[in-house]
């Protein structure tokens, strides 16, 4: 939905703001599968 959003974007200032926004998501994507393996890790 974002890519779609960021391919139609009105202006320069609203494509940076998508693609801010699609940058936190990946990190917060991938800090979230790291601490999944931490934990997994632990468990086992």
Request: hydrophobic letters at 55%; glycine letters at 0%.
């Given at each position: 939905?974002?890519?779609a959003w960021?391919?139609?974007s009105r202006d320069d200032y609203e494509a940076t703001?998508?693609?801010a926004i699609i940058t936190?998501?990946?990190g917060v994507e991938e800090s979230?599968?790291?601490a999944d393996?931490?934990?997994d890790s632990l468990i086992k």
């Open positions: 939905m974002l890519a960021l391919e139609s703001l998508i693609s936190l998501i990946e979230i599968k790291e393996t931490k934990l």
